[in-house]
C-alpha cells in the first residue's frame, strides 16, 4: 500500500498498542486473551502478532497476483515467501523493540504453513526482529496436529505460560475464533467485545484479503474469480 493515510493509520495502532502494552503491565488483572482464566498475575508478560499486513507488508505479492497470467497464486505465494523479503510495516519494529525492553515476549502466530518456517523466520530476522534461541516464538499452521488455521489453540498455548497483553493483527481470526461465521455473526461479535479494541486488541487495516472476503458470499465459492480469491486466501492464511 502506497498511501500516507495507510501508513498514518498502522503509525497510530502502534503508537495506540505501546500506550495499552504499559497499562497492562501495571495491571495484573489483564489478559488479551478472551479464555484465559485462572491465576495468570504472575505469570511473565507477553503479546501476541500476526505476521502478514501486520509485522510484514504483502502488497507487492498482491501487485503479482493481479497479473492475469497467473493461474497458480499458492505457487506464487510460495516462491514470495521464500524470497523473504517482504519490509516491515511502518512502526512495527520501533514497537516490538519497546515490548522487548519491557521484559516482554513477542509471539508471532501465523496462519502461513508450518513448512514455511525457515523462510517466515529468515524473513523476520532480514528486517531486524531478533528471534529467542531458547524458546519458539514463531507459531504456524499445523506446526503441531492441533494448530488449525484456527488460532485459539496457539492462543491457549502462549497463555498457558504467559499473561497476554495484547493481541495484533488486521482479521478478526487474530483476535477470538471466528471461522466460517457469516457476516452478520462477524459484526456481532465485534459489537459483544467493543471493549476490547484499542485496549487489548489493535487492528489493522487490511482491505486486500482476509476471512471476510468468504464471508462475504457466504461461502459459496464457485465462479472462477471467486474460486481464485479462495485459493489466495488460504494461500496467504494471515487470518
Known amino acids: 500500500m502506497t498511501s500516507a493515510e495507510y501508513e498514518g493509520t498502522v503509525r497510530m495502532?502502534?503508537?495506540?498498542?505501546?500506550?495499552?502494552?504499559?497499562?497492562?503491565?501495571?495491571?495484573?488483572?489483564?489478559?488479551?486473551?478472551?479464555?484465559q482464566v485462572g491465576d495468570f498475575s504472575k505469570l511473565p508478560p507477553a503479546i501476541i502478532m500476526d505476521i502478514d499486513e501486520t509485522v510484514l507488508a504483502t502488497g507487492p505479492y498482491q501487485v503479482r497476483l493481479m497479473d492475469d497470467?497467473?493461474?497458480?497464486?499458492?505457487?506464487?505465494?510460495?516462491?514470495?515467501v521464500?524470497?523473504?523479503?517482504?519490509?516491515?510495516?511502518?512502526?512495527?519494529?520501533?514497537?516490538?523493540?519497546?515490548?522487548e525492553?519491557?521484559?516482554?515476549?513477542?509471539?508471532?502466530?501465523?496462519?502461513?504453513?508450518?513448512?514455511?518456517?525457515a523462510a517466515t523466520r529468515r524473513n523476520l530476522e532480514t528486517v531486524g526482529i531478533k528471534l529467542p534461541t531458547d524458546r519458539d516464538t514463531v507459531l504456524l499452521e499445523r506446526e503441531r496436529p492441533d494448530w488449525t488455521n484456527d488460532?485459539?489453540?496457539?492462543?491457549?498455548?502462549v497463555a498457558a505460560t504467559h499473561r497476554v497483553l495484547t493481541l495484533l493483527g488486521d482479521d478478526l481470526n487474530d483476535f477470538?475464533?471466528?471461522?466460517?461465521?457469516?457476516?452478520?455473526?462477524r459484526r456481532a461479535v465485534v459489537a459483544r467485545e467493543s471493549a476490547r479494541w484499542g485496549r487489548d486488541w489493535i487492528i489493522?487495516?487490511?482491505?486486500?484479503?482476509?476471512?471476510?472476503?468468504?464471508?462475504?458470499?457466504?461461502?459459496?465459492?464457485?465462479?472462477?474469480?471467486?474460486d481464485r480469491r479462495r485459493i489466495k486466501n488460504e494461500s496467504i492464511r494471515a487470518e
Open 151 to 157: 488460532k485459539t489453540t496457539r492462543r491457549a498455548f
Open 82 to 99: 521464500e524470497d523473504a523479503n517482504a519490509k516491515a510495516l511502518p512502526g512495527v519494529l520501533e514497537f516490538i523493540a519497546y515490548a
Open 204 to 226: 489493522f487495516p487490511n482491505p486486500m484479503y482476509g476471512s471476510w472476503e468468504g464471508a462475504a458470499i457466504n461461502f459459496q465459492f464457485r465462479a472462477p474469480a471467486d
Open 69 to 80: 497470467t497467473v493461474t497458480r497464486p499458492a505457487d506464487l505465494m510460495a516462491r514470495w
Open 101 to 117: 525492553s519491557r521484559g516482554v515476549t513477542v509471539f508471532f502466530v501465523t496462519n502461513r504453513n508450518s513448512e514455511k518456517e
Open 176 to 185: 477470538i475464533s471466528a471461522v466460517r461465521l457469516t457476516s452478520a455473526e
Open 13 to 35: 495502532g502502534y503508537a495506540v498498542a505501546r500506550v495499552q502494552l504499559d497499562t497492562a503491565l501495571a495491571d495484573k488483572s489483564r489478559t488479551a486473551v478472551v479464555d
